[in-house]
């Protein structure tokens, strides 16, 4: 058999698909475990073939190949006696639990079992109610098993005033989840402040930007204005200049048109007298 040494629940084994290794056929799926509960071990199991036949097998532990998260291969030679069920099988699950002392403590609900040898090596318990389901699962040895009756297991005190746990209830499971909940908006409280305190040094910067573009564009201006009013200066003053001259030349040229004038007239009056 080629099976991991890892305990594995008994319950996962039910409806498990069933192989035949060698012609590779579905034989059917888990109904049944055998076990043995003076032995806390399974001797075997029942399997059904489809979901309206009542078609049933059964195999030993040892016909087992191997065991997978999907299946079980099983070693089926054509000629192989089919093996009855033994008759001091029986199954423990959803019995109460009693402790030696008279106190009930809650219900059997599964088994840990080695599927190397098929060997229990743990029993899976539950208290009673909602309280079984909020506290989890506890476990016992099977070597703290006292006595076994036909609707009870009672077990030793002292297995139980100390229980070991299996699995978290939907109490620590919701601690769990409020705990991470809390830490998650936490974190995001954390990221929200550091994109507030981000989107605010951006802001600061865009405003630093705009005042420091507004002022270069002001001095610029500013530049360009005085650039604008010196060049109007030098056009107007050199359009005063050649205003002047033109002035000038002008006054220059009426002065000898009169002079002219004047000669003209006394030449005239000389001509006149002879």
């Known amino acids: 058999m080629t099976i991991e040494q890892q305990a594995i629940r008994g319950n996962q084994l039910i409806n498990r698909l069933v192989i035949d290794r060698h012609t590779a056929e579905e034989i059917g799926r888990v109904e049944q475990l055998w076990l043995d509960p003076q ?30 998260t999907d299946s079980i291969v099983i070693n089926n030679p054509p000629a192989a006696e089919e093996p009855e069920k033994p008759p001091q099988v029986t199954s423990l699950i959803n019995r109460e639990v009693f402790t030696d002392t008279g106190n ?48 009870r297991v009672m077990v030793a005190d002292a297995a139980i005033q100390v229980p070991q746990k299996y699995s978290e209830g939907i109490t620590q499971i919701l601690k769990e989840d409020y705990y991470k909940t809390k830490h998650d908006l936490e974190k995001l409280k954390r990221n929200a402040q550091t994109l507030a305190e981000q989107a605010r040094e951006k802001v600061q ?44 030349i002008f006054a220059e040229q009426a002065k000898e048109k009169v002079q002219e004038v004047r000669k003209a007239k006394e030449k005239n009056a000389e001509a006149e007298e002879n």
Request: some cysteine; charged content about 25%.
């Open 39 to 68: 032995a806390h071990r399974i001797l075997g199991f029942t399997c059904k073939s489809g979901i309206f036949s009542n078609k049933k097998r059964a195999f030993t532990w040892a016909d087992i190949y191997s065991i997978g």
């Open 205 to 248: 910067d865009l405003r630093e930007q705009a005042q420091e573009r507004a002022q270069t564009l002001a001095e610029q201006a500013r530049e360009k204005y005085k650039n604008v009013r010196e060049q109007a200066q030098e056009r107007a003053q050199t359009l005063a200049e050649q205003a002047r001259e033109w002035v000038q």
């Open 104 to 151: 009930k403590v809650g219900k059997l609900v599964d088994f840990l079992l080695l599927p190397q040898t098929g060997i229990v090596v743990n029993y899976l318990y539950s208290s009673n109610g909602w309280r079984g389901v909020l506290d989890g699962i506890y476990m016992f040895a099977p070597a703290d098993i006292t006595s076994i009756g036909s609707k």
